[in-house]
C-alpha cells in the first residue's frame, strides 16, 4: 500500500516561512495529480493548493501570493513554500496524490485523493 509522507512542518513567528515536502513511500507508475490540504481540530480539511501533472496549479484565495507549490523532480515528489506566514495558517498539513488525475487537473476543491499521507504540524505564534 502506497502511503505519502509529509515533512518540513515546524513553529514558525508571523511573517516567517516553512517549506514543506511530500513523496511517496513506494513508487507510482502513473503520474499522479498532487495536493496540499490543511485541517484544524474539529474542523473540515481544506484544499491549499493543487499542482497536475503539467505543473498547473491551484490555490485557495487565502493563500495566494504567499504559498507556491511545485514538483521536485520527474517522481512524484511536490513541496509547498510557505511565505509570509500568518496565525491562521496554523493546522495540520496533508499531502494527497490521485493517479487518475493528471493534466488540466489542478484543483483545490478535489478531496477524492487516492493515496494520503498523515500530515504534518505547521504552528504560526
Known amino acids: 500500500q502506497v502511503q505519502l509522507v509529509e515533512s518540513g512542518g515546524g513553529s514558525v513567528q508571523p511573517g516567517g516561512s516553512l517549506r514543506l515536502s511530500c513523496t511517496a513511500s513506494?513508487?507510482?507508475?502513473?503520474?499522479?495529480?498532487m495536493a496540499w490540504y490543511r485541517q484544524l481540530p474539529g474542523k473540515e480539511r481544506e484544499g491549499v493548493a493543487a499542482?497536475?501533472?503539467?505543473?498547473?496549479?491551484d490555490y485557495a484565495d487565502s493563500v495566494e501570493g504567499r504559498f507556491t507549490v511545485s514538483r521536485v523532480g520527474a517522481q512524484n515528489i511536490i513541496a509547498l513554500q510557505m511565505d509570509s506566514l500568518k496565525p491562521e495558517d496554523t493546522a495540520t498539513y496533508y499531502c494527497?496524490?490521485?493517479?487518475?488525475?493528471?493534466?488540466?487537473?489542478?484543483?483545490?476543491?478535489?478531496?477524492?485523493?487516492?493515496?494520503w499521507g498523515k500530515g504534518t504540524q505547521v504552528t504560526v505564534s
Open positions: 494527497g496524490a490521485d493517479p487518475y488525475r493528471g493534466g488540466r487537473w489542478a484543483d483545490i476543491n478535489y478531496y477524492g485523493m487516492i493515496y
Open positions: 513506494k513508487y507510482i507508475p502513473n503520474k499522479c495529480g
Open positions: 499542482i497536475d501533472h503539467d505543473g498547473n496549479t
